[in-house]
């Protein structure tokens, strides 16, 4: 089987409303969906959802590394050799994970089409039933966060991840104001995203944090202060979790040499695709270090790929991948059980795309052959 066309839409998606971080406000998600076709006219698709504040990648940057760098160098190739297909882009460019990833996708949805079977039975094969859904609270006034929280406790919701990283009293605020409304038994994590800039800063949050049950705190300071998770670990008994400082498996050796973290947040967007992240598991449970998949808020193309590596390993405990929920519209069709996702035995991602929608949302396109 050999790789015959890959065609590019530059899309924006949506959002039911504003998705605020604490370095952007997102009214609509940049996305990049990729439609790749075999000599036996079977169609594989992909997604890159890039992040500048997190990989140095932009929304059109992506679209011409795909079209102009790694599409010329795999036309022709097997999209079943995943190792030479990443060898390849490796050789291409440096970096440009989720360009990569993109590509990486595609390639397993068409794997598993080929082989009719999910693309988790092609990575291990299946081992959780069903993953509940986190909740995620984007950043606003304490009182909003904590109705927008009550109401998704009476839907059904178990678990929330809190957007904050503002100034300190603020998000302390804003913690409190949620948990005082959930009460005792619901999880509450706590995502920075490297709002807090250093260890100083944090260690002076996570003092007026201690008693509020937060299951766990995700990225405080700035991606590259291994250093500084590792002071702010040793001098607080709430679990840290790293996102932005883990892309590859570089970074994961150095965060288990010096346990810098309790947790990692592993992205198919940071790390390249799912054959990346499938590595990164098995470095993170050979240290006995438990896994989050994440999203940067993808559609159902990207959201379906973490599940799939997120239901066949042990390691991986939660996920975040709720992009799909926070669309108006989307390009495909995954399914959520709300609050639980729960995977279907369909080949390959498991999702059909609508190519109506996809035209619709797209803002500019291109092709290799």
Known sequence: ??????????????????????????????????????????????????????????????????????????????????????????????????????????????????????????????YHAEFPITHVLSISEPEEMAAEAALMKEIGYQSFKMKVGTKVSKDVERIKAVRSQVGEDIAIRVDVNQGWINSATTITAVEQLRNLGIDWLEQPVVADDIDGMVEVKSKTTIPMMIDEGLKGTRDMREIIQKRAADKVNIKLMKCGGIYP????????????????????????????????????KKIITSVELTGPLKFSKDVGNLAYDVPFIRLTEKPGLGVEVNEETLMELTVFQGSVQ
């Open 1 to 126: 089987m050999k790789i015959m066309s890959i065609e590019l839409f530059a899309i924006h998606l949506p959002l039911k409303e504003p998705f605020i971080v604490s370095y952007h406000t997102y009214n609509h998600m940049p996305s990049i969906i990729v439609k790749v076709t075999t000599n036996e006219g079977i169609v594989g698709y992909g997604e890159g959802v890039p992040d500048e504040h997190v990989t140095g990648e932009t929304w059109e940057g992506t679209f011409e590394i795909i079209k102009n760098t790694l599409g010329p160098v795999l036309i022709g190739q097997n999209p079943m050799e995943i190792e030479r297909i990443h060898e390849l882009m490796n050789k291409a460019i440096y970096g440009a994970p989720t360009a990569k990833a993109a590509i990486d996708i595609a390639c397993f949805d068409i794997m598993g089409k080929k082989l009719q079977q999910p693309v988790y039975q092609l990575i291990g094969g299946r």
């Open 277 to 312: 992240a499938v590595k990164l598991a098995h470095q993170a449970e050979l240290a006995g270090m438990e896994c989050q998949i994440g999203s940067m808020v993808e559609s159902s193309v990207g959201s379906a790929a973490g599940f799939h590596v997120a239901f066949s």
